[in-house]
């Protein structure tokens, strides 16, 4: 995937998958793991990473290890009783996001938030999210994100990952015979 400067290879996507893959055969999870639903959500939310990233630095916005590392901490403190172990098994098993990259989700999180301020500052909660879906999307068609087609295709307008057509589903269109 790419987005302007950013290029994650299909290599490190795949390590997250299979991290993913591992960390959650570790749990006795009744159902199968779903490869296709992890690969995408992890593509979807690479690119969103990269798109915040670069409009945080359009906007001038920092956020520090120290900012990631705390909101990270408070989290587990507040949700998990200090276990960051179940945070991380939550964050796997709701979203798909293997442990490694927790502190780049957290990160995420935390651009969003300041971006969403910036850009729409006294905002209601629809405000921001409008906002910051207006920004992204401008930012995507601009950078032009694109995906690998055996992922889907990145839809700018919905800063989302559209999935890859089941040809399956559609019958071919057959001529008449005479």
Same mark, same amino acid.
């Given at each position: 995937?790419? *987005? =302007? ?7 490190? $996507?795949?390590? %997250?998958?299979? #991290?993913?893959?591992? !960390? ?10 779903? &490869? @296709?639903a992890a690969t995408a959500? /992890? ?16 906007? +001038?916005? *920092?956020?520090? !290890? =120290? ?13 998990? +009783? @200090?276990? %960051?172990?179940?945070? #991380? $098994? &939550?964050?796997?098993?709701?979203? /798909?996001i293997p442990a490694s ?10 651009? !969003?938030?300041?971006? @969403? ?5 006294? @905002? ?19 950078? =032009? ?6 992922? +889907? ?7 989302? $990952?559209?999935? *890859?057509?089941?040809?399956?589903? *559609? $019958? ?7």
């Amino acid at each position: 995937l790419t *987005v =302007g400067p950013t290029t994650v290879s299909d290599a490190r $996507l795949d390590a %997250m998958v299979t #991290e993913l893959k591992d !960390q959650l055969a570790l749990t006795n999870q009744q159902e199968p793991f779903d &490869q @296709g639903a992890a690969t995408a959500s /992890n593509v979807d939310r690479l690119v969103r990473s990269a798109l915040l990233e670069q409009a945080a630095v359009r906007e +001038g916005i *920092v956020v520090t !290890q =120290g900012d990631v590392d705390s909101v990270i901490s408070t989290t587990a403190t507040n949700n998990f +009783g @200090g276990d %960051m172990a179940a945070l #991380e $098994l &939550q964050l796997a098993q709701d979203q /798909n996001i293997p442990a490694s990259q927790v502190p780049s989700f957290a990160r995420d999180f935390l651009l !969003q938030q300041k971006l @969403g301020e910036k850009l729409a500052p006294g @905002g209601s909660a629809e405000q921001v999210s409008a906002a910051l879906v207006q920004n992204l999307s401008a930012l995507s068609t601009e950078l =032009g994100a694109e995906v690998s087609p055996r992922f +889907g295709t990145w839809d700018a307008a919905s800063i989302s $990952l559209t999935p *890859v057509p089941d040809d399956l589903s *559609v $019958l071919p269109s057959i001529p008449p015979t005479e």
